[in-house]
């Protein structure tokens, strides 16, 4: 049952896009390719300020607030079962003494800090494959099986850095694109091919994305400064001493940026990529580019946006062949943080000093269908439009609150199953909400799954 007040149903209603197109609560499609700030296109209709709302008595807000109970009604009748089942569920804590990941505005939700990897001793690794485990992150609730897989995966990189980053790193091969995704398949659970090949790894990919990405963001960022330092060593005149980044949401098509360059951008030859999960918020940005500058390496950063819906859409559709589903809190964070985090890094006086001295920049994509630009260094693609105006990044205007956006994407996730969306799938997509971190969930005001005392 669905517990909300009157005034945070009206809230819900008057920031909502005043658009009412979409099957779905909210509208997070902009119209045609998106709009860039500080002004949208003159046949644009934006979507209506939080603090502007719609007058209460228009048609249009009658509407609007039919459409979130309406939405709300569906996500408790069609997943309510689902979350209560998951809170039933026995929980492990964290190892004593590990760090804890836990709800923070200045953090993303999973992954691990660049500072923490910054503290590692690379050379010790080198001689002795070893390190304390307790320094990879933990979330702060997990029932007893996906914390086994947590700390299982944790200890595996712990007892042989040397010899797990060297798995990881056969698993790039010359793409030279260093995934922290790709990370997750030196888990032997999980399997070690793109695709799961049997019905336990597709088990564990639906559930266990969150437990394990924290040590797969590790062996990724570890692997990762070795190419840096590869790099480094080649003359300076050699093509591949430069770097891309690629950040955004998850969905958002981050995987696909380097086929694309290879067509695009024949004279573009990255030495290394780091293909960000957008999980992680766009928080590595500042790191990479610290370790690039103190190496002397070119270092591009490429931020890609897709509107929420569409983002919802793709984790959903992915994870019938790839098996990996993305926590829906943690999508959103993603989603929302991620391009605040991004605005913020490509404003920043660190990366304004490197693109001075021609070794940064900074770019933003979102979708669209057409080639803006012939330029092919300007990384335009047949599906992206650049949202840099005068060199500087601009980020979308954001479409919807995170209250909406999870909302939003909680519809699709109930649409998917009825559609036949596997049941291991769907509770991987409500892990963050019913376990890892209800309190936050709770604190952003939808009322959903209603927690007894005993639960809470």
Same mark, same amino acid.
């Given at each position: 049952m669905t517990i909300l007040s009157a005034t945070a149903l009206? @809230? $819900?209603? @008057? @920031?909502? &896009?005043?658009? %009412?197109?979409?099957?779905?609560?909210? !509208?997070? %499609?902009? &119209?045609?390719?998106?709009?860039l700030f500080p002004s949208p296109p003159a046949n644009a209709r934006p979507p209506v300020a939080a603090n502007d709302g719609l007058r209460e008595s228009s048609p249009l807000f009658v509407r609007q607030l039919d459409k979130v109970r309406k939405a709300l009604a569906t996500v408790d009748r069609e997943l309510g079962d689902v979350v209560a089942e998951l809170r039933v569920m026995k929980i492990a804590a964290p190892p004593k003494g590990a760090i804890t990941m836990t709800a923070r505005d200045d953090a993303a939700l @999973?992954? #691990? &800090?660049?500072? #923490? !990897?910054?503290?590692?001793d690379v050379d010790k690794w080198k001689v002795k494959g070893s390190f304390e485990p307790l320094l990879v992150p933990r979330l702060p609730h997990l029932p007893v099986k996906l914390r086994f897989h947590e700390s299982a995966f944790a200890k595996q990189f712990a007892d042989d850095v040397r010899g797990t980053v060297k798995s990881y790193r056969k698993l790039v091969g010359d793409s030279n694109v260093y995934s922290v995704d790709l990370a997750k398949r030196c888990y032997e659970p999980w399997g070690s091919e793109k695709k799961a090949q049997t019905d336990d790894e597709k088990h564990v990919r639906a559930t266990a994305n969150l437990a394990l990405h924290q040590t797969a963001v590790a062996i990724a960022k570890v692997a990762f400064l070795q190419r840096l330092d590869e790099l480094a060593e080649l003359p300076a005149d050699d093509p591949t001493r430069r770097v891309l980044v690629t950040a955004g949401g998850s969905g958002a098509g981050k995987g696909r940026i380097m086929p694309l360059l290879a067509v695009s951008m024949a004279k573009f030859t990255p030495g290394a990529v780091f293909d960000a999960a957008g999980e992680g918020e766009a928080r590595e940005c500042a790191f990479i580019l610290a370790?690039?500058?103190?190496?002397? $390496?070119?270092? %591009?950063f490429v931020y890609l946006h897709k509107p929420m819906r569409a983002t919802a859409v793709r984790v959903i559709e992915r994870t019938t062949t790839s098996g990996r589903m993305v926590d829906i809190l943690t999508m959103v964070r993603g989603h929302l943080k991620g391009a605040e985090v991004m605005a913020a890094f490509a404003d920043s006086s660190a990366l304004a000093a490197q693109q001075k001295l021609g070794k940064a920049r900074c770019y933003g994509l979102t979708a669209g269908d057409e080639v803006l630009d012939p330029d092919p260094m300007a990384l335009k693609f047949a599906y992206a439009e650049r949202l840099d105006v005068d060199g500087r990044l601009k980020v979308p205007i954001p479409e919807l609150t995170e209250a909406q956006a999870v909302l939003t994407s909680l519809l699709e996730l109930a649409e998917a199953r009825k559609k036949g969306l596997s049941e291991a799938a769907v509770r991987g997509a409500l892990m963050g909400i019913a376990v890892v971190w209800p309190d936050y969930f709770d604190s952003l005001g939808l009322g959903l799954f209603a927690r007894s005392k005993k639960a809470a």
């Open positions: 009206r @809230t $819900l209603a @008057t @920031t909502a &896009p005043a658009l %009412d197109s979409h099957q779905a609560a909210f !509208v997070s %499609d902009p &119209p045609a390719q998106g709009w @999973t992954g #691990l &800090p660049g500072s #923490l !990897v910054l503290g590692y370790e690039c500058k103190r190496r002397g $390496l070119h270092v %591009d």
